[in-house]
Each structure stands twice: as structure tokens, then as C-alpha cells.
């Protein structure tokens, strides 16, 4: 695997790892309503939802102020958007508006991956007698020697004599 494209795994990798975090901490996913799977499957389709719901609205906004998906804080909009609606107002354009002195928007602290762009000609194939599987190599060890018992130092102690009874 080359280095992009292994970076581009590790990633994808975190990147789901996020939207779980998203789904059990932001929307709610790590407290169960029921013990009935009816119930558990119906909580599972609207956490899901509402997670789509929030990550399209994040996207947009990203888009229209022109910034990275990253750029845009999703617990802040989870924690906030509803209030906006409460009052009225639309929360792209107010968001769009106050979002960068709210730090709705702000740069983002992710890892930036940078890998050299490599071109196919540069790319060279292992020969082809190379060995790719070895022989696996089982080591044996010797047996510890065995350890005196502790019981056999007792033994060898003198048994001590019990107290004479009063006459």
C-alpha cells in the first residue's frame, strides 16, 4: 500500500470513528429508551437521522462560507441551531453571519496528511522471485530447572519441642 493511499485509509479510519463519537456522545446514542428491539431499532433509525440531518446542515454551511467541512463546529451547531429555530431565525444565514466571532467557524485542528505526489513511472514492482511468505520459525525453549519446595526447608528445621506442663 502506498503512502497516500495508506494515509487516505487511516483517514477513512478516523473519520468513522468520529461519527460514532457524533452518534453516542452529541445525539444521544449511548443512553437506550427501551430493552425492546422494536424500540432499540426505532432509536437507532432517528439518532441516525438526526446525525444525516446535522452533518448535511454542517456542509452547507461549510460551503457557503467557503471553509473546510472540519472548519465548522458540529457540537456548537448541535447545542445551539435549536435555539436559533426557537427564535425565529434562520440558523444558516445567522450562522453564515456570527458564525466566525462565535467560533462556530474556526480553523480546524486536525491532522493535516501531506504525502509527495508520486508519479506511475516513479513506482517499482518487488522482482518477481522476491519471497513474499516465510517459513515460520517455532522456537523450543529448554524446561526452567526445577526449584527446591520451600516444604523441604521446614522439614530439615528442627521440630520444636513442646512446653513442659506445670507440676
Not at 422494536?38 to 439518532?47: R, S
Not at 429555530?85 to 445567522?94: A, L, S, V
Not at 496528511?113 to 529448554?142: F, G, I, M, N
Request: proline letters at 11%; aromatic letters at 8%; glycine letters at 4%.
Amino acid at each position: 500500500m502506498s503512502c497516500p493511499a495508506h494515509a487516505e485509509f487511516v483517514i477513512c479510519d478516523c473519520t468513522i470513528e468520529l461519527a460514532f463519537l457524533t452518534l453516542k456522545e452529541l445525539l444521544g446514542l449511548h443512553h437506550w429508551w427501551s430493552s425492546q428491539l422494536p424500540l432499540i431499532l426505532q432509536h437507532i433509525a432517528v439518532v441516525l437521522l438526526l446525525a444525516h440531518l446535522w452533518q448535511t446542515l454542517r456542509l452547507q454551511i461549510a460551503a457557503e462560507a467557503g471553509c473546510d467541512l472540519f472548519d465548522v463546529s458540529l457540537p456548537l451547531l448541535v447545542r445551539y441551531v435549536p435555539q436559533l429555530i426557537r427564535n425565529g431565525q434562520h440558523p444558516i444565514d445567522g450562522l453564515l453571519t456570527y458564525g466566525k466571532p462565535l467560533g462556530f467557524i474556526r480553523p480546524h485542528s486536525r491532522l493535516q496528511v501531506v504525502t509527495p505526489h508520486l508519479a506511475p513511472e516513479q513506482l517499482v514492482l518487488p522482482p518477481a522471485d522476491l519471497v513474499l511468505v516465510r517459513k515460520a520459525r517455532y522456537v523450543t525453549y529448554r524446561p526452567r530447572p526445577g526449584r527446591p519446595s520451600y516444604n523441604n526447608k521446614k522439614k530439615a528445621r528442627s521440630p520444636v519441642s513442646p512446653a513442659p506442663s506445670p507440676p
